[in-house]
């Protein structure tokens, strides 16, 4: 039953999101807002390594300038420096007009906007359509930004694909499985067969050039130091069984709520990922290497297998051909995907901040990209003229008969072997995430919309936790100890993790002291705040 309602549940969000665009309103009788130049706005936005930077030379903020009337002036932070930057920024008020695709935590969110630093969005629903109309689709999705006090301080990104919401997995080179031994219809299924594939792949010369090099599991993990193992593993040890809306907190077999960093499940999490990393099986440079880094590996041939949300590390080069994503989760005592999110992320994306001038008008800005015409010029580009090229003119290509757009071919398999989010790049900025707008399995073309990623997803759905719940909200003051609190807990479990894969210390002989130590960091306090409104929701008994 539960697979038969997943599957149920798939093919409803994508049949419903096709309608949607016809119910979506068309008021674009406000636009432009103001005469051309008469605004500008400063913008402090997240750079990621495969995006040019923000400026009026790429083509999205050109056409958004002509349609709204709104100069913006961009300041660009790396991605691996977007937290540092984010919390300089507010904790000496050194604010621009807007926050844009910064990830604006609900914590953060939860306490400056109760001292006033950001605007309050919910004074303009009237003039922002668009926005409520989704949230109003998927209540979840409103729910996670409004605060206790009833206010909204920023918009997120939506979500409403089930193969978009599906998160990192794991994508196999099927040539090196054939050589191990496995095939397309026989992958490793369990955590014993998926170390026993690994090891076969650190054996292979595959890149044939006679020197050790080749890395069995890849990954982009500098900025959360290893976390993104977590996602393809954590299911098979029945962590995170709520959903990917908790790091610390999910649900216990007696119906309580359990810390998942210091239970059992975890620490046999530790030992299986530890040996992995100490035989050799994962990449290393983990902790820093960025996304342009694993690209450059996987299109070398040194990066057999990896985990990212899709198969654009290898689009473009001799390896896509081989793209196969895993459809289930590798079996061990549970059999979960746990990766899988709600239909929005729970940050905000567009925060307009207190010295802001003109809060009306941009709140009617950002509106525009969660229209049609907004998802479709900001994840699409500009028809037909996006990309110049003698065979086909445009990034994209818009079928009338079946309503579905595709990018050209010449995008999707750039001859000098760009990635093709990299040939996007001086058109579109969505490339990295965070966006405020709404990805729709029609509109957006991004990886996790291709034939592996959705194959990968139409398996995966099968696995999915029962119930996978919303972020929980709290009060400022709350937030805010919460976030002290998680921060401390943060920098606390990645270096027992990071010593234990290293073998620098030994993990059951320094276990029960290392759950001391979150003891001794407030878990019981911590814990009482879910507890307390886990139950007012109704999640637990």
Not at 497 to 515: C, F, M, P, Q
Request: with cysteine.
């Amino acid at each position: 039953m539960k697979k038969i309602a997943s599957l149920v549940l798939a093919l409803m969000m994508v049949l419903s999101v096709a309608a949607f665009a016809e119910e979506l309103p068309t008021n674009y009788d406000q636009y432009p807002i103001c005469e051309p130049g008469a605004i500008t706005l400063k913008y402090t936005a997240i750079q990621t390594p495969v995006q040019n930077e923000y400026n009026s030379g790429i083509w999205i903020w050109n056409h958004l300038e002509e349609k709204t009337g709104i100069h913006i002036d961009w300041t660009n932070v790396p991605s691996d420096m977007r937290a540092e930057k984010l919390n300089l920024m507010l904790a000496a008020y050194d604010l621009p007009d807007v926050i844009y695709k910064m990830s604006v935590s609900n914590t953060q969110m939860a306490q400056y906007g109760a001292e006033g630093t950001f605007v309050d969005l919910m004074q303009y629903k009237d003039i922002m359509p668009n926005l409520w109309f989704w949230w109003d689709k998927y209540p979840t999705a409103r729910d996670c930004m409004v605060q206790t006090n009833g206010e909204v301080y920023g918009t997120n990104y939506i979500l409403t694909g089930s193969a978009i919401r599906m998160g990192s997995r794991l994508f196999f080179n099927t040539d090196v499985l054939e050589k191990t031994g496995f095939d397309g219809e026989n992958v490793p299924d369990t955590l014993d067969e998926l170390e026993a594939f690994l090891l076969a792949c650190k054996e292979l010369d595959y890149n044939e050039n006679g020197i050790a090099d080749e890395i069995p599991l890849a990954y982009s993990g500098s900025s959360d130091q290893g976390d993104g193992i977590d996602t393809i593993l954590f299911g098979s040890f029945g962590l995170r069984n709520h959903g990917s809306s908790f790091s610390y907190v999910d649900g216990a077999e007696d119906g309580s709520l359990r810390f998942i960093r210091t239970s059992d499940e975890y620490k046999e999490y530790l030992r299986y990922t530890a040996k992995l990393y100490q035989e050799g099986l994962i990449d290393t440079d983990i902790f820093t290497t960025d996304f342009a880094g694993l690209i450059a590996k996987c299109q070398e041939g040194r990066a057999l297998n990896y985990i990212f949300v899709n198969n654009s590390p290898v689009a473009g080069s001799q390896f896509e051909q081989y793209t196969l994503g895993m459809a289930k989760p590798f079996e061990g005592e549970y059999n979960l995907w746990t990766a899988y999110s709600m239909p929005a992320s729970n940050s905000g994306q567009f925060v307009i901040t207190m010295v802001n001038e003109y809060p009306e008008e941009s709140a009617k800005w950002v509106d525009y990209l969660y229209s049609e015409d907004g998802i479709l010029s900001y994840f699409l580009g500009k028809e037909a003229s996006s990309y110049e090229d003698p065979d086909h003119e445009g990034t994209w290509y818009h079928n009338p008969e079946d309503d579905s757009y595709t990018y050209t071919e010449w995008v999707l398999n750039d001859p000098n072997g760009t990635n093709f989010e990299q040939v996007l790049a001086p058109w579109v900025c969505w490339q990295g995430g965070g966006n405020p707008s709404v990805a729709t399995n029609e509109q957006f073309k991004g990886g996790e919309t291709w034939p592996a990623s959705v194959k990968s997803a139409e398996g995966l759905i099968n696995y999915v936790p029962e119930d996978v719940w919303a972020p929980f909200v709290f009060d400022s003051d709350t937030a805010s100890e919460i976030s002290r609190l998680q921060a401390d807990f943060q920098n606390y479990y990645r270096q027992y993790r990071a010593e234990v894969w290293a073998g620098t210390k030994d993990l059951d002989a320094t276990w029960d002291e290392y759950v001391a130590g979150f003891d001794a960091l407030g878990v019981e306090e911590y814990m009482g705040y879910y507890t307390a409104m886990a139950t007012e929701k109704g999640l637990i008994g």
